[in-house]
């Protein structure tokens, strides 16, 4: 067994490269073709470097105003997502009832509903009740389609915090609103940077339900208008669709850098109930 350690660590090791590579070709090819005058599928070193691609692309109505857009709906339902599921899951998490797990297993069910399958009774309501083709109706959609396991999560990470914390501030007087906010959400840092992270990253890159809602194209996001790059006949700018990749993936970057030390951080609750 010993003599077949190295072989097993060798393969395991290539197995990793293969994997580094997959996920590392896409990201140079975007790099390397947002400065090459002459992009094309192929990833290769660009002949000369050149500022083209992003002088052409850094205009109000290819990248500023749908980026703008991009920041209100995923933002705005990231900041609601987050609210209603830090007030759901905490009182799954501090107090037990029947209910819990049949509410917990269904909320698990709808993380696994496709979101094709409900987009057209979503369409429908929409229009009934005005909310076709707004800002407003969007973020909703979003953070309710978010909502089901950004709950599981926080009630995860909610159940880390021990109780008698709360219990300590009870007896001087704060009420259950007072001790979520003030003791049990400051202390689970860690667990809303992940929360934040992951919802504002998996509705970022949302094609489908912005495209289905929105009918203006001043009201479009980045997620959709990065079509437009794609021209008929089979013709496609890649040097601006790379410029415009690079630009559009800076928000997520700069959202992950900023919450690094949450997301690297644990609960510092180390003798916190001693005493």
Same mark, same amino acid.
């Not at 797990?101 to 709808?110: G, H, N, Q, S, Y």
């Given at each position: 067994?010993?003599? /077949?350690?190295?072989?097993?660590?060798? *393969?395991?090791? %290539? !197995?990793? $490269?293969?994997? %580094?590579?997959?996920?590392?070709?896409?990201? *140079?090819? =975007?790099?390397?073709?947002?400065?090459?005058?002459? %992009? /094309?599928?192929?990833?290769?070193?660009?002949? !000369?470097?050149?500022?083209? /691609?992003?002088?052409?692309?850094?205009?109000? !109505?290819?990248?500023?105003?749908? $980026?703008? /857009?991009?920041?209100? $709906?995923?933002?705005? %339902?990231?900041?609601?997502?987050?609210?209603? *599921?830090?007030?759901?899951?905490?009182?799954?998490?501090?107090?037990?009832?029947?209910?819990?797990?049949?509410?917990?297993?269904?909320?698990?069910?709808?993380?696994? $509903?496709?979101?094709? *399958?409900?987009? =057209?009774?979503?369409?429908?309501?929409?229009?009934?009740?005005?909310?076709?083709?707004?800002?407003?109706?969007?973020?909703f959609f979003f953070a309710a389609s978010q909502l089901p396991f950004a709950i599981w999560l926080m009630k995860n990470f909610m159940d880390g915090v021990p109780q008698e914390l709360e219990e300590a501030a009870w007896t001087d007087g704060a009420s259950s609103l007072q001790s979520l906010t003030r003791i049990v959400l400051p202390l689970m840092g860690p667990g809303l940077a992940v929360v934040t992270v992951f919802s504002f990253v998996m509705m970022w890159g949302n094609f489908f339900v912005p495209f289905m809602l929105l009918l203006s194209p001043d009201r479009m996001p980045a997620s959709v208008s990065i079509n437009d790059f794609f021209g008929n006949r089979g013709m496609v700018a890649y040097g601006q669709l790379a410029a415009f990749s690079v630009i559009y993936s800076t928000p997520v970057i700069l959202l992950y850098v900023l919450v690094a030390r949450k997301l690297g951080g644990g609960f510092a609750l180390g003798g916190a109930v001693k005493g």
């Open positions: 067994m010993p003599r /077949n350690r190295p072989s097993r660590r060798l *393969a395991a090791d %290539a !197995g990793l $490269l293969v994997v %580094a590579v997959a996920f590392a070709l896409p990201l *140079a090819w =975007v790099l390397l073709s947002s400065v090459d005058p002459h %992009a /094309n599928l192929r990833v290769k070193v660009p002949d !000369g470097l050149t500022s083209a /691609n992003f002088d052409a692309i850094l205009t109000p !109505g290819i990248t500023y105003t749908p $980026l703008l /857009n991009s920041l209100i $709906l995923c933002g705005g %339902a990231t900041a609601l997502t987050v609210v209603c *599921a830090a007030l759901a899951a905490y009182p799954l998490s501090r107090f037990r009832s029947r209910l819990n797990r049949p509410f917990l297993l269904t909320i698990l069910f709808a993380t696994s $509903l496709p979101i094709t *399958a409900i987009m =057209v009774p979503v369409y429908a309501l929409f229009v009934r009740v005005n909310l076709i083709d707004t800002l407003q109706g969007t973020v």
